[in-house]
């Protein structure tokens, strides 16, 4: 089945520096991949996404490039702020035999210190 | 607004008692998924709906049980079977399985004792 492997945090930043998660894929056909990020003692919201390859997908400075070749959706933001400072979480959707769920990574915490 | 609640935010209990946790939806997603969270864990999937009336068992469904009698409700009884039933419990929907993203609620922090 489709799975999800992503790097092992926690990573620490100073505030301003740039990130990279890295998140790799085994998929069968074309699934869909997003990134979820968790604030402590919250619930998961969606980031952002990517639906076919070669799509970028973006939001609040983050982006995410869905890498086919690579089987990849790296993570990545320009200038991180201790706002940022959270569980970050890569999933792609399951294959039809896993029911069509979504398959999560084990997850990334980022602290960012000022 | 539109959204996933989920009651209570904590949750105390003592051990031997079953416990119902609340996950209410006004998204009109059909379907609805329960989620198990342990400190500086990943996500574990206890069980999910596609449909009403219709539920599957995720990968950890021992010592849990679901109903889907509506659309909006998805409640997540953990019975005394569980044997470590405290952690953080997750609520989510979507409008369907495969490629369609999942909303998540607030979460349920249970202890029980």
């Known amino acids: 089945g489709n799975s999800v492997t992503q790097m092992e945090g926690p990573v620490t930043l100073s505030e301003e520096a740039f990130l990279t998660i890295n998140c790799t894929y085994t998929?069968?056909?074309?699934?869909?991949l997003f990134w979820y990020v968790q604030y402590p003692g919250e619930g998961l919201q969606l980031l952002l996404k990517?639906?076919?390859?070669?799509d970028k997908g973006s939001n609040k400075g983050f982006e995410a490039t869905y890498r086919k070749e690579t089987t990849s959706f790296h993570l990545e933001k320009g200038s991180v702020q201790v706002s940022d400072s959270a569980v970050y979480f890569c999933a792609l959707s399951g294959s039809y035999n896993q029911g069509g769920k979504l398959i999560f990574g084990q997850g990334t915490e980022l602290s960012v210190k000022p | 607004d539109g959204g996933i609640t989920q009651s209570p935010k904590y949750l105390f209990r003592k051990e031997g008692q079953n416990v119902t946790l609340s996950c209410e939806q006004n998204?009109?997603?059909?379907?609805m998924y329960w989620y198990r969270q342990d400190p500086g864990q990943g996500l574990r999937l206890i069980y999910y709906?596609?449909?009403?009336?219709?539920?599957q068992k995720g990968d950890i469904a021992e010592g849990y049980s679901v109903s889907r009698e509506k659309k909006e409700s998805f409640p997540l009884t953990v019975t005394s079977a569980q044997k470590n039933p405290t952690a953080f419990y997750l609520c989510a929907s979507s409008f369907g399985t495969g490629t369609y993203e999942q909303y998540f609620g607030p979460g349920t922090r249970l202890t029980v004792t």
């Open positions: 709906s596609q449909i009403v009336n219709d539920f």
């Open positions: 990517a639906t076919k390859a070669d």
């Open positions: 998204l009109n997603h059909d379907a």
């Open positions: 998929a069968t056909g074309y699934p869909s």
